[in-house]
């Protein structure tokens, strides 16, 4: 939904908008945030970048909300297929993780990101800066990873607590 490759970048002299199109600015990421975290996976990256500026918006962020808006827009038909597969015995959940190296540009820090299947329905996703920098792409995948089987555990002690028999092992599927 964001332009590819452009990051929101912080203080960019002469392009800081001010008044009323603050509150316009901050009220359309606001509005994002919500669709990201009830019903738009596809939305969470560029969201996280709008997110960056909130306190001092540039032009440059206010051009990038509108284009994630006019995509919401454009897709509004989209959304979460909630249908869980029926016919099995045993709860299944599969973990996709993936990061870029050094995507901050401004912080040198990468961005991970996750989302979680039960049953083949999204439960649960996120994309969000790692916490320290990392030294190759190998580095950034495993944080990447690391950070997204906190998920699966908190889920499946969840889902035993209840229960249910979910199926050993939990496949998470990466890129690198």
């Not at 969201?47 to 909300?65: G, N």
């Not at 049953?119 to 920098?133: A, E, F, N, R």
Request: proline fraction near 4%.
């Amino acid at each position: 939904p964001g332009t590819p490759g452009i990051g929101i970048t912080r203080y960019v002299e002469n392009q800081k908008i001010e008044g009323e199109e603050i509150k316009k600015f901050r009220s359309g990421v606001g509005m994002l945030l919500y669709l990201v975290k009830h019903s738009r996976p596809d939305l969470a990256n560029a969201v996280r970048e709008l997110s960056k500026v909130m306190d001092a918006p540039t032009l440059a962020a206010m051009k990038e909300m509108k284009r994630v808006i006019k995509y919401v827009l454009d897709t509004k038909n989209y959304g979460l297929r909630i249908e869980p597969r029926q016919n099995e015995d045993r709860w299944e959940l599969i973990m996709f993780t993936d990061s870029d190296y050094g995507g901050d540009k401004e912080k040198r820090i990468s961005v991970g990101g996750f989302i979680l299947y039960f049953l083949g329905v999204p439960i649960s996703w996120k994309s969000k800066g790692q916490k320290s920098v990392t030294l190759s792409s190998a580095e950034a995948e495993y944080v990447a990873m690391s950070e997204s089987v906190k998920e699966i555990r908190f889920v499946y002690q969840i889902l035993v607590s209840m229960g249910f028999d979910v199926t050993l092992p939990i496949i998470v599927r990466m890129d690198n």
